[in-house]
Each structure stands twice: as structure tokens, then as C-alpha cells.
């Protein structure tokens, strides 16, 4: 065991990996924002005119009648905006006490992307795509997943920020300005509502291609230490160094 | 010193592997306990989603969320100013909104005959005004957003008199300034409750122009209320009653579960 660092955790052992406090805002924040999301879009449905096209022609339009029937959004513009008003208020503190929190606890280290950032989480999306085999070097959090989670913290103030401008555009005239004016605004706080949708769908997926272990350390904060396999002698590939990992670390990297 | 890549990558192992660890025994009986927690916490949240969706409303309104609605208000009126301007735009950058809202509007209605109530709290007639009153006041011409609670806006310019010049002038025999004002169509069908603070903000008019010209039957001819710090909804067209007041008046909208503030 002579290559293995003094600090690592010997296997039979789990490894904290969530703090308590980032685990109840995670979890806190997954209901308060499908509550935003769902009455944003009875508020949506009232006036609905975007769309992705050009001139005359549509090609995703948001969003069909359909749409709204499915989910049983139309008519409720009253409820949605007593929601609205009622939950950002608990969406804007649960994302400030996050922020704090990383800041104040140091572990906004893991988070916050270095600059190889950019190049590496293309290696990293390369590789979760099947097109390479090696992973750049992480820490908790691989680049694209520092990107990512740093990326859904700025929408999240994004959204604060263009919903307080929409709602008091006279009180904060000046925040309203800010984002170009009244519909300016209301445009960015949907396109970021579709940003929000598109990570919820893709951090989803990768958790379930992390495996339980890794979903289950942000219930529990901590994940099980494996060793690592040895090296296949019948397969070709890189020599694996002999230490042990977390069960989801290097095998599966991309862990959300 | 400058750090090797080979030191980077120990680094960032070491971030993730030097936390504190626990046992498995540890951690089988903290999984037990996230698991009871998690339990309880999701059963919290469904009662409390419960409690606020199917409990006891207030206009058709969940009550907790009309309490919501109430708090919101209070902490904005607090915040805003006054004398805060609502953005002006240049003339030309407006344009002849569309038509939206025909609720007061609906029964035989005739233009010259037209007059407008002023009451006093308890309901007793202050004066009875035709536009010519409204007309000799100073007029003010101003371009603001039109913003309708359905979400779209539009830039328009209006032309009438400020409402805190008209309260000077026939509701200056009111014993005191009174904290609300209600408005409501010739039939009652429509009503409209303000507080006194956005109906004495200088961007508030009792408008007879919309564009230059006197304001069309479906835009609340002869006279409405313009005001750029509420959502349309608030801007009731062809006002047949002004009526000042100590409680907080009657509001159409706020009886179909919109909040009856909504203040920009």
C-alpha cells in the first residue's frame, strides 16, 4: 500500500461527500423548483408567443395547445401567480443560504470550475458520449459537472433577478433596464426556465448512469470507499493504479 | 511555484478522498437514519402542499397564499417610493393597444348623457361630474407601459388629468385623506379598489385621450383610469362612480382570485 496517500480512506470505509446543509437545499430546491416551473407556466399560458423559427416558419413553437391541455395548465393565470409569488420567495432564499453556505464552508472549492474547466468538460462529454476513453483528472467533481452546477447557481440569480424585474418594473425600474426592458425580461426568465428544464432532464440521466451509491450519498452525505479492480490481464488498456477510489468516482466519473 | 499537471490531479484526488470517513457499520446506521428523515420530510412536504392547496380560500384563492399576496404588498408599499416615475417613453414609440376586457362595457350606454358620481365614504353623493369638470383640469399628456396581467405590454400615450388633481378639487369637503379610492363602470358590473398612494402618484390619470385622440367605446370612452403602477386589469374604463373610502373597496379582479394589490 506504499502508493496509496496517507489521507485515503482504506476500503470497508465510506467518504463523506455532501455536507448536511447542501443535502436539505438540494433536496428543498427539487420540489420549490418544479413549483416555480409549473406555476410559470400557468402564468406562461396567458400570453404564450415564443418560438424557435424564422418569418413564417415555426419549428418549435411554446408551446402547443396540446402541451397545455396534457399538463392541465390553461386558465389558471390567478393561481399561478399566487404560487409564483409565494414559492420564489423560498426559491430566492433557499438559493442565498446555498451560496452562503459554499462560500463560508470552503466548499464552493469543489465547485467552482478552474481554467482548464472549458477543455476538460469537452473531454469529459466526449467520453460520456462513448467518442474517448479517458477522463481528464477530478476532484469531487469532474469539470463538466463543476461547469454545470456552477452554471444552474448564475441561472438561478438570473431568475430572481428577471422575475423581481417583471414583477415591480416601476419599484425596480432600474433592474428592468438592466435586462433590456419589460418583455426583454420576460423573455430571459423563460429561456432560463428552459435552461432549468434541460438540466433537470440531463442530471437525471447521468444520476441514474452514476449508479445508487452515488445518488444515495446525497441522502445520506457519504458514499462507500471500493477498491479499485484490478487491472483485466485479457483486455488492452491503461494500467489502473492500484488505490482505492469512491465506488463512483474514476468508474463512473461522470457522476452528476 | 507553478503546479504540474501530475500535482493537479494528486491535488484534486486528495480534495476528494481526504474527507472524513466513517465505518460501514457507521454508515449502515446513518443510512438508516437518512432514510427515516428523508421519509418524514417528504411526508411533511406532502402535508403541507396539502394544507395550502386544499385548505380554507379567500376569494378563490388558497387562504395562505392570499395571506401571501397580503405580506407581498406590504413589504413592496414599504419599499416603493411615491415619488417614483414609472419609465416614460417617447411618443412615437407608442402605439393603439389592443382591445382587451369588456366586462362594464356590455349594456346601451350613451355618450352625452354621461356623468360621473363622486361619493364619500358612507356612500353620500359628493358631486355628480360630467367630462368638461375632468377637462378643466391641467391636463398631462404621458407615454408609460401598459402592462396586462396576462403578460403582454404595450407603449401607450395618454391625455387627461392627474386623479390627485381632481381629489383636491371635489373631494377636498372629505373630513380627511382617505385610504382607498373605488371605481366601478355605470352598470356596476366592473369595479376597480386602489390605495391612495398609487391614486395620488402623478402618473395616474382620469384619461380622455389615448393616442391624441378621445378615447373609443371599447377603451372606456369617455373617461377612464390611466396609471402605469398596476397591471391593466386596475385601469377601469368608462368610470361611472369614484368613491372615496376607509375600507378597502370592492375589486372585481381580486373576487376571481388575483391579488387585489398588484403594484409595480
Same mark, same amino acid.
Given at each position: 500500500?506504499?502508493?496509496?496517500?496517507?489521507?485515503?480512506?482504506?476500503?470497508?470505509?465510506?467518504?463523506?461527500?455532501?455536507?448536511? /446543509?447542501? =443535502?436539505?437545499?438540494?433536496?428543498?430546491?427539487?420540489?420549490?423548483?418544479? +413549483?416555480m &416551473?409549473?406555476? @410559470? %407556466?400557468? #402564468?406562461?399560458?396567458?400570453?404564450?408567443?415564443?418560438?424557435?423559427?424564422?418569418?413564417?416558419?415555426?419549428?418549435?413553437?411554446?408551446?402547443?395547445?396540446?402541451?397545455?391541455?396534457?399538463?392541465?395548465?390553461?386558465?389558471?393565470?390567478?393561481?399561478?401567480?399566487?404560487?409564483?409569488?409565494?414559492?420564489?420567495?423560498?426559491?430566492?432564499?433557499?438559493?442565498?443560504?446555498?451560496?452562503?453556505?459554499?462560500?463560508?464552508?470552503?466548499?464552493?472549492?469543489h465547485?467552482?470550475?478552474?481554467?482548464f474547466?472549458?477543455?476538460?468538460?469537452?473531454?469529459?462529454?466526449?467520453?460520456?458520449?462513448?467518442?474517448?476513453?479517458?477522463?481528464?483528472?477530478?476532484?469531487?467533481?469532474?469539470? /463538466?459537472? =463543476?461547469?454545470?452546477?456552477?452554471?444552474?447557481i448564475?441561472?438561478?440569480? +438570473?431568475? &430572481?433577478l428577471? @422575475? %423581481?424585474? #417583471?414583477?415591480?418594473?416601476?419599484?425596480?425600474?432600474?433592474l428592468?433596464?438592466?435586462?433590456?426592458?419589460?418583455?426583454?425580461?420576460?423573455?430571459?426568465?423563460?429561456?432560463?426556465?428552459?435552461?432549468?428544464?434541460?438540466?433537470?432532464?440531463?442530471?437525471?440521466?447521468?444520476?441514474?448512469?452514476?449508479?445508487?451509491a452515488?445518488?444515495?450519498?446525497?441522502?445520506?452525505?457519504?458514499?462507500?470507499?471500493?477498491?479499485?479492480?484490478?487491472?483485466?490481464?485479457?483486455?488492452?488498456?491503461p494500467?489502473?493504479?492500484?488505490?482505492?477510489v469512491?465506488?463512483?468516482?474514476?468508474?463512473?466519473?461522470?457522476?452528476? | 511555484?507553478?503546479?504540474?499537471?501530475?500535482?493537479?490531479?494528486?491535488?484534486?484526488?486528495?480534495?476528494?478522498?481526504?474527507?472524513?470517513?466513517?465505518?460501514?457499520?457507521?454508515?449502515?446506521t446513518?443510512?438508516?437514519?437518512a432514510?427515516?428523515?428523508?421519509?418524514?420530510?417528504?411526508?411533511?412536504?406532502?402535508?403541507?402542499?396539502?394544507?395550502v392547496?386544499?385548505?380554507?380560500?379567500?376569494?378563490?384563492l388558497?387562504?395562505?397564499?392570499?395571506?401571501?399576496?397580503?405580506?407581498n404588498?406590504?413589504?413592496?408599499?414599504?419599499?416603493?417610493?411615491p415619488?417614483?416615475?414609472?419609465?416614460?417613453?417617447?411618443?412615437?414609440?407608442?402605439?393603439?393597444?389592443?382591445?382587451?376586457?369588456?366586462?362594464?362595457?356590455?349594456?346601451?350606454?350613451?355618450?352625452?348623457?354621461?356623468?360621473?358620481?363622486?361619493?364619500?365614504p358612507d356612500?353620500?353623493?359628493?358631486?355628480?361630474?360630467?367630462?368638461?369638470?375632468?377637462?378643466?383640469?391641467?391636463?398631462?399628456?404621458?407615454?408609460?407601459?401598459?402592462?396586462?396581467?396576462?403578460?403582454?405590454?404595450?407603449?401607450?400615450?395618454?391625455?387627461?388629468?392627474?386623479?390627485?388633481?381632481?381629489?383636491?378639487?371635489?373631494?377636498?369637503?372629505?373630513?380627511?385623506?382617505?385610504?382607498?379610492?373605488?371605481?366601478?363602470?355605470?352598470?356596476?358590473?366592473?369595479?376597480?379598489?386602489?390605495?391612495?398612494?398609487?391614486?395620488?402618484?402623478?402618473?395616474?390619470?382620469?384619461?380622455?385621450?389615448?393616442?391624441?385622440?378621445?378615447?373609443?367605446?371599447?377603451?372606456?370612452?369617455?373617461?377612464?383610469?390611466?396609471?402605469?403602477?398596476?397591471?391593466?386589469?386596475?385601469?377601469?374604463?368608462?368610470?361611472?362612480?369614484?368613491?372615496?373610502?376607509?375600507?378597502?373597496?370592492?375589486?372585481?379582479w381580486?373576487?376571481?382570485?388575483?391579488?387585489?394589490y398588484?403594484?409595480?
Open positions: 500500500m506504499a502508493d496509496t496517500p496517507p489521507d485515503v480512506p482504506p476500503a470497508g470505509r465510506a467518504v463523506q461527500k455532501h455536507p448536511r /446543509a447542501v =443535502r436539505w437545499m438540494h433536496w428543498v430546491n427539487f420540489p420549490l423548483l418544479t +413549483v &416551473v409549473w406555476s @410559470g %407556466l400557468l #402564468i406562461y399560458w396567458a400570453y404564450d408567443p415564443y418560438r424557435i423559427g424564422w418569418g413564417e416558419t415555426t419549428l418549435v413553437k411554446f408551446f402547443p395547445d396540446g402541451f397545455y391541455e396534457a399538463l392541465g395548465l390553461p386558465r389558471q393565470l390567478a393561481k399561478g401567480m399566487a404560487y409564483h409569488f409565494f414559492f420564489g420567495w423560498l426559491f430566492a432564499i433557499n438559493g442565498v443560504l446555498y451560496v452562503l453556505y459554499t462560500a463560508f464552508s470552503g466548499e464552493w472549492r465547485l467552482v470550475p478552474d481554467r474547466a472549458l477543455e476538460e468538460s469537452v473531454q469529459v462529454a466526449l467520453h460520456d458520449v462513448g467518442l474517448r476513453t479517458t477522463l481528464p483528472p477530478q476532484g469531487r467533481y469532474n469539470a /463538466a459537472q =463543476r461547469l454545470t452546477y456552477s452554471a444552474v448564475v441561472m438561478g440569480a +438570473v431568475m &430572481v428577471t @422575475g %423581481l424585474a #417583471i414583477w415591480k418594473p416601476t419599484t425596480l425600474a432600474w428592468t433596464a438592466l435586462f433590456g426592458g419589460y418583455q426583454a425580461a420576460r423573455t430571459v426568465h423563460f429561456v432560463v426556465t428552459v435552461g432549468f428544464v434541460l438540466f433537470f432532464a440531463v442530471h437525471v440521466a447521468q444520476v441514474v448512469r452514476a449508479g445508487w452515488n445518488f444515495w450519498s446525497m441522502v445520506v452525505g457519504y458514499e462507500r470507499v471500493r477498491p479499485t479492480p484490478a487491472a483485466d490481464p485479457f483486455v488492452d488498456g494500467a489502473v493504479p492500484a488505490s482505492v469512491p465506488a463512483s468516482a474514476p468508474l463512473a466519473p461522470d457522476a452528476p | 511555484m507553478k503546479e504540474t499537471p501530475e500535482q493537479r490531479a494528486e491535488r484534486l484526488r486528495a480534495e476528494a478522498l481526504g474527507a472524513p470517513s466513517i465505518s460501514e457499520a457507521e454508515f449502515q446513518r443510512s438508516r437514519r432514510f427515516l428523515v428523508a421519509g418524514a420530510s417528504a411526508l411533511v412536504g406532502a402535508v403541507g402542499w396539502q394544507w392547496t386544499n385548505g380554507p380560500t379567500d376569494d378563490r388558497p387562504a395562505v397564499l392570499r395571506d401571501g399576496h397580503r405580506l404588498e406590504r413589504l413592496w408599499r414599504s419599499l416603493s417610493s415619488d417614483r416615475l414609472a419609465p416614460t417613453f417617447a411618443a412615437s414609440a407608442s402605439e393603439m393597444p389592443r382591445v382587451n376586457g369588456r366586462y362594464g362595457l356590455r349594456g346601451p350606454f350613451a355618450p352625452d348623457a354621461w356623468t360621473m358620481r363622486v361619493l364619500g356612500g353620500r353623493l359628493l358631486d355628480v361630474l360630467d367630462l368638461d369638470d375632468v377637462r378643466a383640469l391641467p391636463k398631462v399628456e404621458m407615454t408609460t407601459e401598459l402592462k396586462c396581467i396576462e403578460g403582454w405590454s404595450q407603449v401607450v400615450t395618454w391625455g387627461g388629468a392627474r386623479f390627485s388633481d381632481f381629489a383636491a378639487r371635489y373631494a377636498s369637503r372629505l373630513p380627511a385623506r382617505l385610504p382607498y379610492v373605488g371605481l366601478a363602470t355605470p352598470d356596476g358590473a366592473y369595479t376597480v379598489g386602489m390605495d391612495a398612494a398609487a391614486m395620488g402618484h402623478p402618473q395616474t390619470l382620469l384619461a380622455y385621450e389615448m393616442q391624441g385622440a378621445p378615447l373609443t367605446p371599447e377603451h372606456g370612452a369617455p373617461l377612464r383610469l390611466a396609471t402605469p403602477l398596476k397591471y391593466g386589469v386596475k385601469s377601469l374604463k368608462r368610470i361611472g362612480a369614484v368613491r372615496f373610502m376607509d375600507a378597502r373597496p370592492q375589486d372585481f381580486a373576487e376571481r382570485g388575483y391579488d387585489w398588484i403594484g409595480h
